[in-house]
């Protein structure tokens, strides 16, 4: 299981329900990687999708949900499910991504993220070089003992402006 993120210097993730700042290029990278995968979010990050009320297309969307029937009834992709809590989503997730030799990514919103990277083996993070007001962070991997860095891209400068770079981080020790 993978965690895919973009951050700020500050490791903020979000503010009002929204990226913090939309790269083209990180979108880009977030497509290639989740394509023709499973994607595991939140009720909020589904609801912030652009292609809300159905799921990121070419992907099987897991959304995490305690309420469920708001959201059955207005879905027309039959690439969405719907659950309750984590336990049933690494139950069944990880069994059917094993099966048929797909990827796991985990792509928020913060309790979300908090709750899988106990579980998650790699973790592809956007470093922007930039802070921004945020309300959600994620826990800075970069001190942590869990994770070490397994590859680096070279810093690039968006289209937009905003310098960043692409990291991914491997579990040293586990945690589950």
Request: charged fraction near 20%.
């Amino acid at each position: 299981m993978d965690a895919i993120v973009s951050v700020d210097l500050n490791y903020g993730i979000g503010c009002g329900n929204e990226l913090l700042l939309k790269i083209p290029e990180d979108l880009k990278n977030f497509k290639n990687l989740t394509l023709n995968n499973f994607v595991v979010m939140g009720s909020k990050t589904y609801e912030s999708l652009p292609t809300y009320p159905n799921g990121l297309s070419k992907r099987f969307n897991i959304v995490i949900t305690s309420n469920s029937s708001k959201y059955i009834a207005n879905c027309n992709d039959k690439h969405v499910y719907f659950y309750d809590n984590i336990d049933l989503v690494l139950k069944n997730v990880r069994y059917t991504s094993l099966l048929y030799k797909l990827k796991v990514f985990i792509i928020g919103g913060a309790s979300i993220y908090s709750q899988f990277l106990p579980y998650c083996d790699k973790i592809h993070l956007t470093k922007i070089y930039k802070a921004f007001p945020s309300d959600k962070k994620l826990e800075n991997i970069e001190l942590s003992n869990n994770w070490i860095l397994d590859s680096s891209s070279e810093i690039n400068t968006s289209i937009i402006g905003v310098d960043y770079n692409f990291l991914t981080f491997k579990r040293t020790v586990r945690g589950v």
